[in-house]
């Protein structure tokens, strides 16, 4: 099985290392590279700061026993988003922007592909975990909003990870698909509509 996660930040470099103990091949997509103020958030070490995320993630797993993994350091676009995804069994996305989960939804409708997101809320009291017939990416108050930045959302960041981590695994061992409504008093599956 091929697993390509889209977007390693606060979210996915989390949910990778929880799905480290699948038999897949773990992909990482992201163009951005490590910032100190990263170290707060996200899955990353000293060592990996000012290193591409992806290829810093990939490394690090790589450090573990038995772990596939591969990396890809750039943005994912409408021109690449075929050759990035088309060989992938599922697509995880765990961007932070309107515009990049829309072309993983269009891509994931053309063809067919299971895509499933994970976000949080622009405030922080919620996260989704949803496949793409259920999701429908928020507009942002300003392009390119960040919500997952100086760890101050970093324990319903952790539940979420969790929750798509475990959503992929039951996904990939038996192809059950699951939705998840996650806040920092439960983690509620969720009907499929």
């Known amino acids: 099985m091929r697993i ?4 390693v930040g606060a979210i996915g470099s989390h949910a990778a290392l929880l799905c480290r103990n699948l038999e897949a091949t773990l992909v990482f997509v992201d163009f951005d590279r ?7 958030a996200q899955a990353y ?9 992806a290829e ?43 515009d990049s989960r829309q ?15 994970g976000a949080v809320s622009a405030d922080g009291s919620f996260g989704l975990v949803r496949w793409d017939e259920h999701f429908v990416p928020d507009a942002e108050d300003t392009v ?7 760890g101050a959302h970093l324990p319903l960041l952790g539940l979420l990870a969790a929750a ?9 061992r038996q192809g059950v698909r699951r939705n998840a409504l996650v806040n920092l008093s439960a ?3 969720t009907p499929d509509a």
Request: aromatic letters at 4%; hydrophobic letters at 45%.
């Open 4 to 7: 390509v996660f889209c977007g």
């Open 164 to 172: 798509l981590a475990r959503v992929v695994q039951d996904f990939a």
């Open 103 to 117: 072309v993983l939804s269009d891509f994931a409708r053309t063809t067919g592909k299971p895509l499933v997101h």
């Open 34 to 40: 490590v910032e100190s103020k990263n170290l707060l």
């Open 56 to 98: 810093a993630l990939k490394l690090q797993l790589l450090n573990l026993h038995g772990v596939k993994a591969e990396a890809v350091g750039v943005r994912v676009t409408r021109d690449n988003v075929a050759a990035l995804c088309g060989g992938a069994d599922l697509v995880v996305d765990c961007f932070d922007n309107r």
């Open 45 to 53: 070490v000293k060592p990996s700061v000012g290193r591409n995320k």
């Open 187 to 189: 983690v509620v599956p």
């Open 144 to 150: 390119g909003q960040a919500t997952c930045e100086g």
